[in-house]
Structure formats: structure tokens, C-alpha cells
């Protein structure tokens, strides 16, 4: 992936722009629409509104930003439409930021990492595994933009005067296939800077949005999510929460409330809204048929089984060490496993978690001379107490890729392929019939 090194350089002279995101309504996102801000409204309908039952309680936002000080900014990307056309387009594609102490923070945290499968890139982990330090914001993006992605958060943390000689950004990616134009490598230096710059707490978008916007997930249109959990007093009152970029797995698969939900479901085939001359071929070689609007479909075939990625960040206020977040990423699998990944062969499924807590404890490269600090007295978590974290992460993993499922829009991309939406109707009717739905 090559990065565009003059966009980063030039990058250095811009003012940022305001982030938009891609308006989140009922039906097909289409190029054009109008933008809105990147707060959720309160009219969104997420997993718990259509009565899917989940474990645990969570934070008020229900969201990452429940952990204190933690940020979240996107950058959408929509245009064009009709046949592929490498480097032209359609685009549909973006970037998320994670800021784990907001835009003005600007010391380490600890972190660990670990990939359920390695089929997959986020930068920046050797430093982590060795250190276990965190001294950039988080990036997510399509395969091909990881590198000018990257580039752009170094520009960026020199223009926001960050101490240090030198960084390693952390910057990770999903494969935003067949929707999105990803060798065209449409993002650009200053997209990464828009998320960035427009990184904020409170409430957030899901589903198309950010590097989530052409994704696929567990056979339908998939993308960004979010969750929390709140731990009981006796458990320390901590916060942990995590943020999902979900493009993996098929709908055959998919789990929710322990139900395959899709096997009971009438789906049609991957389809397209229309045909072209030659004709767009499925995963089996076949030419995909137009879509019937009067009835659901699956995206399962679009490309090849297991062909896709997930990205997890969790974050978590409670006193951590880096030995510690790493067993905290780990348990990301679990939470998974609920709703039915396998973590296959073609799948990068790579997390990261990252403690608020211990502020100013080790800055790793951004430590400044003369270097007099004295060794730092940290907190950390006895390992008795880790239960109650493991299975907040299990949970909020869990809630996180069905809020993205939930939230995301029946979306048309490159060559006319169009990923349908999880049908909200049918899912509850099959939870019904369960005795699963809640009231």
C-alpha cells in the first residue's frame, strides 16, 4: 500500500474541516445526500430498541465514549456510482479516530493487543508488545489507505505540537469490498485529519460511517459499532467500553441472542439494483440478479467465505497494566464466539485495549529530557478482580457488532452491488417466535 507522502507533507498547511457524516436514514445511501453531524440522534434505532435482549448493564451512552476522556471523530467517503473504475471510483469508504485522552490529552496510555487471526494490519503493535504503551490516537481505515492514513496522523501530531522525537500510529483496517473503489486509494491526508480534528465525546453514529462505511458484516451491511458496560460498585464502579469496525463473517453464522437468526429468515441471493453488459459475477461465478425491493437479501457470496476483517478497541478506566489489557483484548474472541465468528482463514480480527488510568506513569518515546522523573508509582488491578472486566468485554463485544448490524443501511456501491441491511422486522419476529423479544 503506498502512501502519498506529498498529501502529508502538504498536510501540515491545511486548517481542518468540519467533519460531516453520511445522513443515516431509512433505505439505500446514495451519493448525494445531505450531512449531518456526527452525534447520534436520539431517533436511531439501535439493537436494544428493537427489544434484542443483552447482558450486563451499560454505561449511559451506551458507547466507547462512557470511559472518560475518550474521543471518537469520522470522515465519510460517498461518491459515484455504476461499474468500477480503479482509481475513479464509486468510493464508499472513510476514517475513524480514537482519541483515548481526547484531542488535548497527550500522555500515553498503557495498552496490549492481540489478533484472534492475523489476516489482517494495524500499525504500530511491536512498540505496544514491547512497551506496552499507547502514545497515538487510533486510526481505522479500508486495506489500501492504511499507509497515507498512518503518514497523516504523524503530520498531525506534529502540528498539534506533540512531545516526542518520533511515533509509531497506530492504524488499523478492513477490507471495504465489493462497495468500495479500494484500490483507488480515495482517502486522503487530510480525510484522516477531518476524523481527527472532529473527535468528540457524547453519542455516536453507527453503521455507515467513518472507515465502517463500506463494510459487511455477518451477511449484511455492516460497519461501526459501539458499546459499553458499567461495573457494580463491589467491582470497582469501573467503565469499560469498546468500538467495533465489523466486515467479517456470513449470515449463516450469525448469532444473535444464541439464535442463528438468518437461517430462519427468507432471504434472497446477492443481487444488484442493476444489471451491466458483461454482468457482475458472484463469489460462484454466477451473474448476480437484480434485486426484488419487496424482499430481503443476504450479501453472503458477494465475495469468498470468511473474506473480510473485524477491528476492536476497548477501552477501560479501571487501573490496568499492559500484561493485563492484553488478557482484556483476548477476551474479545468470547464475545465474538456469541455472536458466531469463527475467526477464519481470510479474516483479520486484531485488537487493541487501552487503560485512561495511570496518567503520566511512562511516556515511552514521547518522554522529554533531561529525564529527572523518578520511577512512577502506579495502581493495578489484583488479578482476582479481572472476572468482572473479562466478562464486560465479552459483553460489550457482543452488543457492539449487533449495534453495527442494526444501525447500518442498506447500501449500493461499485458495479451496482447492494448490501442489504439486517431486516429489523424479521429479526424480531424470529426472537419472537423464541420467546427471546423483550417488550
Not at 480503479?86 to 472513510?94: A, D, I, L, N
Not at 495511570?358 to 515511552?364: Q, V
Amino acid at each position: 500500500m503506498r502512501a502519498r507522502l506529498m498529501a502529508v507533507c502538504c498536510v501540515l498547511n491545511m486548517g481542518s474541516l468540519a467533519l460531516t457524516a453520511q445522513t443515516e436514514t431509512s433505505g439505500v445511501t446514495r451519493p448525494g445526500m445531505t450531512t449531518t453531524p456526527i452525534v447520534r440522534s436520539d431517533a436511531e434505532t439501535r439493537a436494544r430498541d428493537l427489544g434484542v435482549p443483552f447482558d450486563g448493564t451499560p454505561g449511559p451512552l451506551n458507547a466507547i465514549t462512557d470511559v472518560a476522556g475518550v474521543e471518537v471523530g469520522y470522515k465519510t467517503l460517498i461518491s459515484g456510482e455504476g461499474r468500477l473504475v480503479v482509481g475513479k471510483g464509486p468510493v464508499r469508504t472513510g476514517v475513524t479516530a480514537v482519541l483515548p485522552r481526547g484531542k488535548r490529552g497527550t500522555k500515553s496510555t498503557f495498552a496490549g493487543y492481540f489478533a484472534g487471526n492475523g489476516n489482517g494490519d494495524m500499525t504500530g503493535t511491536h512498540w505496544i508488545e514491547e512497551s506496552g504503551l499507547l502514545e497515538t490516537p487510533i486510526l481505522i481505515t479500508n486495506t489500501g489507505s492504511v499507509g497515507v492514513v498512518r503518514d497523516a496522523a504523524v503530520a498531525w501530531m506534529v502540528q498539534q505540537k506533540r512531545t516526542g522525537y518520533f511515533w509509531y500510529p497506530v492504524t488499523a483496517e478492513t477490507a471495504d469490498v465489493p462497495l468500495n473503489d479500494i484500490k483507488g486509494q480515495h482517502v486522503t491526508a487530510q480525510d484522516a485529519w477531518d476524523a481527527l480534528n472532529s473527535a468528540t465525546s457524547g453519542p455516536l453514529l453507527e453503521g455507515n460511517v467513518g472507515g465502517g462505511t463500506g463494510m459487511i458484516c455477518n451477511g449484511f451491511k455492516g460497519g461501526t459499532g459501539t458499546s459499553s458496560r458499567r461495573l457494580s460498585a463491589a467491582e470497582g464502579g469501573y467503565t469499560v467500553g469498546v468500538l467495533v469496525q465489523c466486515n467479517y463473517g456470513g449470515s449463516q453464522q450469525l448469532r444473535v441472542a444464541g439464535i442463528a437468526v438468518a437461517r430462519e429468515m427468507k432471504l434472497q441471493r446477492p443481487c444488484v439494483e442493476k444489471l451491466l453488459d458483461p454482468p457482475v459475477l458472484g463469489w460462484d461465478g454466477k451473474p448476480a440478479p437484480v434485486c426484488d425491493p419487496k424482499m430481503a437479501a443476504t450479501a453472503d457470496g458477494v465475495r469468498a467465505p470468511e473474506e473480510g476483517s473485524i477491528i476492536v478497541i476497548v477501552a477501560t478506566d479501571a487501573p490496568l497494566t499492559p500484561d493485563q489489557l492484553k488478557r482484556l483484548a483476548r477476551r474479545v474472541s468470547v464475545g465474538l464466539g456469541r455472536v458466531g465468528a469463527i475467526e477464519g482463514n481470510e479474516s483479520g480480527d486484531i485488537f487493541l485495549a487501552f487503560s485512561t488510568a495511570n496518567a503520566g506513569a511512562d511516556e515511552g518515546n514521547s518522554a522529554q529530557p533531561p529525564f529527572t522523573d523518578q520511577n512512577a508509582t502506579i495502581q493495578r488491578m489484583q488479578s482476582w478482580k479481572m472476572d468482572a472486566m473479562f466478562t464486560a468485554v465479552v459483553q460489550a463485544t457482543e452488543e457492539s457488532v449487533i449495534n453495527t448490524l442494526v444501525a447500518a443501511k442498506t447500501m449500493v456501491g461499485a458495479d451496482y452491488w447492494t448490501i442489504p441491511a439486517l431486516p429489523h422486522d424479521q429479526l424480531q419476529q424470529v426472537l419472537r417466535k423464541h420467546a427471546l423479544l423483550q417488550p
